[in-house]
């Protein structure tokens, strides 16, 4: 006898949710129409929230959960928004009223215990009797989970340690990966007993999945955009996969809910309620500029060395979305004005080492550059604006007014971003000190609280 298996897929949504009222009524419906008998699951691949969107970041990523409950997700892995923008506690409290699974196959505490909430796997029983063995991983940004009081354990090795296990007590073998597409390939080569790999964090999509050896991969790009269905036609006699098949289904086809609109404005006034709270009073009004200098500007680089002590200062300037008007300013404002989940960063640098991030960062094409990803949820880079360092007009570079002295050791406060190397290779391998929970808004607000302690959240 044989048996098609269902399994509907989700990724990278990163808080896109004009898109999910589409995706909930399309998995709800499909749900509906396979009988009591039928082996079907739901899963989602990790990065579902992103505390950029004003509903995730007024209900620290709860609200997402209860949209996966609505349309009845079976299992989930976590990605690096899940994993690394929240606190330790507040990642601990996720998922606390979830009617999923959470499934991470290399993630423990610092101590190397699973964390509560979390599977390293699961094997689930089809009404039939078929048994599907699922493994997750999420990508390794150990310095960043280290500091958050988590370990990420090498994914790769990690799964074939626990698909070694997995293999002889399943007839299906899937994993959810959020490694990346390039990862994901070496989980096809490496580890051949996986029958099926649901990819993410690279924002690629198959529209009929990719075979590498038996192994098929399947992935639905981003922003629920796409929602992807893999079929497994499995033979009960030989108690094996005899076919597979990818799909993409594109959200834009399919119909939309007539109270699609009012699910949206829900969603937005829920955050709006949660983030009424006041974060400091402000004297006057700080405008933002994208390509200069600006007095919102020079309050943020204020704020970032006085909140990291460092000798001087370097960020974009598109970091502004909204400029912060005179008076009470909330958390909303503040989510407006600054809504990346970005970290403060203090970097250790030669004299030398600085004078090159500053004529790398003379780059004539990088204000105007649409930057997508690192975090950044800005419209452009913006001009590279200085505090405490500045070069004048003879080529003398002061930090903090005195004269750079080439062999000096200075230390810059940044932004995460421009850690990872894509804009400045240098600072990629150079010493430095990470500030987490801490967003760069809450720099600001902690920054408005000293200097403006009239009101306090």
């Known amino acids: 006898m044989r048996e098609t298996i269902y399994i509907y897929h989700t990724n990278d949504l990163h808080s896109h949710l004009e898109n999910w009222p589409v995706i909930h009524q399309f998995l709800t419906d499909k749900q509906k129409n396979h009988n009591s008998e039928a082996s079907y699951l739901t899963l989602d691949i990790g990065d579902h929230l992103d505390r950029s969107n004003i509903f995730t970041e007024g209900t620290l990523g709860k609200g997402n959960v209860q949209l996966l409950n609505d349309a009845q997700y079976d299992y989930v892995t976590i990605g690096n928004n899940e994993g690394i923008t929240l606190s330790h506690t507040d990642l601990e409290a996720l998922y606390i009223d979830a009617n999923f699974e959470v499934i991470v196959s290399n993630f423990t505490d610092l101590e190397g215990n699973i964390p509560t909430w979390v599977l390293p796997y699961k094997i689930h029983v089809t009404p039939s009797g078929i048994k599907i063995g699922i493994v997750a991983a999420t990508a390794d940004y150990g310095i960043y989970y280290e500091k958050l009081g988590w370990h990420v354990q090498d994914p790769i090795p990690r799964l074939k340690e626990v698909c070694d296990t997995l293999r002889p007590q399943v007839d299906v073998l899937i994993c959810m990966s959020h490694l990346g597409m390039s990862q994901d390939e070496i989980i096809s080569i490496e580890i051949p007993q996986v029958d099926l790999v649901l990819g993410s964090h690279t924002h690629h999509a198959f529209e009929e999945g990719k075979l590498i050896g038996k192994s098929l991969q399947a992935a639905t790009g981003k922003f629920g955009m796409n929602v992807g269905l893999v079929t497994l036609e499995f033979d009960h006699v030989e108690r094996a996969i005899q076919s597979k098949k990818a799909v993409l289904i594109r959200t834009e086809t399919l119909p939309v809910p007539s109270n699609a609109s009012d699910m949206q404005?829900?969603?937005?006034?829920?955050?709006?309620?949660?983030?009424?709270?006041?974060?400091?009073?402000?004297?006057?009004?700080?405008k933002k500029e994208w390509f200069m200098e600006s007095d919102l500007s020079h309050f943020f680089g204020r704020a970032l060395l006085s909140f990291t002590n460092a000798n001087c200062a370097m960020f974009p300037a598109g970091i502004f979305l909204k400029d912060l008007h005179q008076g009470q300013i909330t958390a909303r404002d503040l989510h407006q004005c600054l809504p990346h989940p970005i970290n403060p960063c203090v970097i250790t640098l030669t004299g030398a080492e600085l004078l090159e991030v500053i004529r790398t960062g003379k780059n004539e094409k990088w204000p105007k550059l649409e930057v997508k990803g690192l975090g950044f949820r800005g419209n452009?880079?913006?001009?590279?604006?200085?505090?405490?360092?500045?070069?004048?007009?003879?080529?003398?570079?002061?930090?903090?007014?005195?004269?750079?002295?080439?062999?000096?050791?200075?230390?810059?406060?940044?932004?995460?971003?421009?850690?990872?190397?894509?804009?400045?290779?240098?600072?990629?391998?150079?010493?430095?000190?990470?500030?987490?929970?801490?967003?760069?808004?809450?720099?600001?607000?902690?920054?408005?609280?000293?200097?403006?302690?009239?009101?306090?959240?």
Not at 416 to 439: H, R, V
């Open 265 to 286: 404005l829900a969603w937005e006034n829920e955050g709006i309620a949660e983030m009424s709270s006041v974060a400091f009073y402000n004297p006057s009004r700080l």
């Open 380 to 457: 452009y880079l913006g001009a590279i604006l200085y505090e405490k360092l500045q070069e004048l007009e003879d080529g003398t570079v002061l930090v903090n007014e005195i004269p750079l002295e080439i062999e000096k050791i200075y230390t810059m406060a940044t932004l995460d971003m421009f850690t990872f190397g894509y804009f400045f290779p240098s600072l990629k391998f150079a010493p430095k000190q990470y500030f987490m929970p801490e967003m760069i808004r809450d720099i600001v607000k902690w920054y408005g609280q000293q200097e403006k302690n009239e009101y306090k959240s």
